[in-house]
């Protein structure tokens, strides 16, 4: 049995982490921390755990910790991770990082979008944690960068495409829309019911801090520097993400040569990418709860214009759910184990 923690246990991505690994037949939660919450247990912070999850949150205590866990979860703000993951990596144990500490193989891309960063050389090892594109470096690694819930909205189907030389590099659009609560469980006069409630809008315009782990990415794939424009928008839901793409087929492409791409990435048992049927598009409210992205998808021939559509739960494969698969594919086990879900619509 795997011994984990979770360290921000409390927060909007820590609790779905909880959550996950409280219904996992290989795996035993450990230790939660909570800085906020100490002392109180998981069932007084959240009513809906009580009598599930009755384990006490704690202080960060690393010592105390290590000698307890195989891997640790950490749902932590920016520049808090990177001071926490090399005691833990020291000490042998795994670590799964939900900020973007982690992310970016070029330091100065990430100091430009967040700030200074103090382990460095962390970095040279660390893996994207793209489940279904980086899959075996993942099982050979001890610390995970996971994803944006942005970015894995939008690299599951572009990346295979840019790969294989499928489109052209210029003029890629992503016009993405998450609900409230990709902004997490801080308070912020944007997110406030009032505000966000009948709303929709963008914001963070050219300037969102996911458009350089965008770009990184798809450059290192394309082997060439890659430019995108971002629009993120804010909708008036608690959870789910919309992303639409637009970009330009390279000539002679056509919807079949798509396709054919799509299942050679993505059309194995352990995927939870989902590439819908022709003349089909993906609906947040399908994959809601779930670890799955479904991705659409129409191609003009005459222009060469193709339009993507790709939906997930922002807080479980944007998030929770593909910090989870990756510890299944760190640890040997079933990819999937822990995260079979069914809640969408009926």
């Known amino acids: 049995m795997i011994k984990v923690g979770i360290a921000g246990a409390t927060g909007y991505a820590g609790a779905e982490i909880v959550k996950l690994i409280a219904g996992h037949p290989d795996v035993k939660l450990a230790a939660v921390t909570s800085r906020s919450y100490k002392g109180l247990t998981m069932g007084d912070i959240f009513p809906a755990m009580k009598n599930i999850v009755e384990i006490?949150?704690?202080?960060?205590?690393?010592?105390?910790?290590?000698?307890?866990?195989?891997?640790?979860?950490?749902?932590?703000?920016?520049?808090?991770?990177?001071?926490?993951?090399?005691?833990?990596?020291?000490?042998?144990?795994?670590?799964?990082?939900?900020s973007a500490d982690f992310r970016f193989k070029n330091a100065s891309a990430y100091e430009a979008a967040y700030q200074k960063h103090s382990a460095k050389k962390l970095l040279e090892k660390s893996v994207y944690g793209l489940s279904e594109i980086y899959r075996n470096e993942i099982k050979n690694t001890d610390l995970v960068g996971n994803p944006g819930c942005y970015p894995t909205s939008f690299l599951l189907p572009m990346l295979p495409l840019v790969k294989e030389k499928l489109v052209k590099k210029e003029n890629i659009i992503s016009d993405s829309k998450s609900g409230v609560s990709g902004a997490g469980r801080s308070l912020s006069l944007a997110t406030h019911f009032c505000e966000a409630n009948e709303s929709f809008k963008p914001y963070k315009v050219g300037c969102h801090r996911h458009q350089p782990e965008m770009e990184e990415i798809l450059s290192i794939h394309a082997k060439e520097e890659i430019k995108i424009t971002f629009v993120p928008h804010l909708l008036p839901l608690n959870r789910g993400m919309l992303t639409t793409i637009y970009a330009s087929v390279c000539e002679n492409v056509t919807s079949a040569e798509i396709r054919q791409i799509y299942e050679q990435y993505y059309g194995r048992k352990n995927s939870f990418v989902r590439i819908l049927?022709?003349?089909?598009?993906?609906?947040?409210?399908?994959?809601?709860?779930?670890?799955?992205?479904?991705?659409?998808?129409?191609?003009?021939?005459?222009?060469?214009?193709?339009?993507?559509?790709?939906?997930?739960?922002?807080?479980?494969?944007?998030?929770?759910?593909?910090?989870?698969?990756?510890?299944?594919?760190?640890?040997?086990?079933?990819?999937?184990?822990?995260?079979?879900?069914?809640?969408?619509?009926?």
Request: charged share 20%; hydrophobic share 45%; glycine share 8%.
């Open 56 to 98: 006490e949150c704690e202080d960060m205590d690393i010592n105390s910790l290590c000698k307890r866990i195989d891997c640790i979860f950490l749902a932590l703000p920016h520049k808090i991770s990177m001071e926490f993951a090399p005691l833990f990596i020291e000490n042998n144990v795994k670590v799964i990082d939900l």
């Open 277 to 346: 049927s022709d003349g089909l598009f993906p609906d947040i409210s399908n994959v809601r709860g779930s670890n799955f992205c479904d991705i659409g998808f129409k191609l003009d021939e005459d222009t060469g214009s193709l339009i993507i559509a790709s939906a997930i739960d922002n807080l479980l494969k944007g998030a929770a759910g593909q910090a989870v698969q990756n510890m299944n594919i760190m640890f040997g086990l079933n990819e999937k184990s822990g995260l079979i879900n069914i809640q969408g619509a009926l």
